[in-house]
């Protein structure tokens, strides 16, 4: 894994989005990259069951994900993690879901402003329901003038859901074992994000924020 800088914990926390949340942002126009978090940042979607099992699990990091993030974060964009997560889930340590998913992001220095982690509602949702759920995500973003202009995730539902955002194909990434299908761009093996770094750094035109 390559070596990278972590970046203030200030400037992590508040990002390009100045305020109290999103709706507040200071770039105009507010750009953002909505990604998926289990199997996308993380290596499989057992790492959430492992952890709901036994809460003293850290999930496994997919390979410089966290580097992707942060780099795009230090170019202007917020990062929306929209997982399929349930709001009403808790683990046995007596964290919900929203606080466990928050206490992995920061721990492993993943750039997260107040307002931009979503979770399903109830105890999660799969299939249509997620495509629904997550498309209807970004359309609200979308509608409260937002531009997401990169997408990740590892499931037919996280890429159906951005194509009916209007995310064009070639500014979604599949990662895991679906990469190479579906039209969209594809980031395959357990190292892609290593790899795609390089590939994609010199395509994000970084955002001026007043």
Request: hydrophobic share 40%; glycine share 8%; with cysteine.
């Amino acid at each position: 894994m390559r070596s990278s800088a972590v970046l203030p914990i200030t400037l992590l926390l508040s990002g390009c989005p100045s305020g109290d949340a999103l709706d507040s942002a200071a770039c105009v126009p507010p750009f953002a990259v909505a990604t998926d978090i289990d199997e996308t940042l993380t290596l499989s979607d057992g790492e959430w069951l492992d952890q709901l099992a036994d809460p003293t699990c850290d999930p496994a990091l997919r390979p410089d994900a966290d580097t992707l993030m942060r780099a795009y974060a230090e170019r202007g964009y917020t990062i929306l993690y929209v997982t399929a997560r349930g709001e009403e889930v808790e683990l046995s340590d007596g964290r919900s879901a929203r606080e466990a998913t928050e206490d992995w992001l920061l721990a492993h220095d993943f750039p997260l402003v107040e307002g931009a982690l979503y979770l399903a509602e109830g105890y999660g949702v799969t299939g249509e329901s997620a495509v629904t759920y997550k498309a209807g995500v970004i359309d609200d973003r979308t509608a409260s003038g937002w531009t997401t202009a990169w997408a990740y995730g590892n499931a037919d539902s996280d890429i159906l859901a951005f194509q009916a955002a209007g995310i064009p194909d070639d500014h979604i990434f599949l990662v895991g074992e679906l990469a190479g299908t579906m039209g969209v761009e594809p980031i395959p093996g357990e190292e892609a994000y290593t790899s795609h770094l390089d590939s994609q750094l010199p395509n994000i035109t970084p955002v001026t924020c007043d």
